[in-house]
């Protein structure tokens, strides 16, 4: 048996909390095996995001910075 440190308990409480929040996702994830999708938009926003942000930025359309903040909003709102 590991012994008990505050680090050990934290990874412990950081799992739980990231099972708690991600629970219903696990449970479809094994409900319904037909309907997995493999999806990489987090790697495809981080990419616009770094061209975007980079030492040398890209210029923001009125409608690009309207979609960018509604995508970093759901984000935020888990979605």
């Known amino acids: 048996r590991k012994a008990e440190t ?3 308990r934290k990874a412990v409480r950081d799992c739980r ?3 708690d929040q991600n629970w219903e996702g696990i449970m479809a994830y ?3 095996p ?7 938009a987090e790697g495809h926003v981080s ?18 910075v309207d979609r960018m903040a509604r ?3 759901a984000k ?4």
Do not use: D, K
């Open 6 to 8: 505050p680090g050990r």
């Open 17 to 19: 909390r990231y099972i």
């Open 30 to 32: 094994r409900l319904y």
């Open 34 to 40: 037909e309907v997995r999708l493999g999806v990489s």
């Open 47 to 64: 990419h616009i995001l770094a061209a975007r942000l980079s030492s040398r930025p890209m210029a923001w359309s009125a409608r690009g």
């Open 71 to 73: 995508l970093r909003v």
């Open 76 to 79: 935020a709102n888990g979605v």
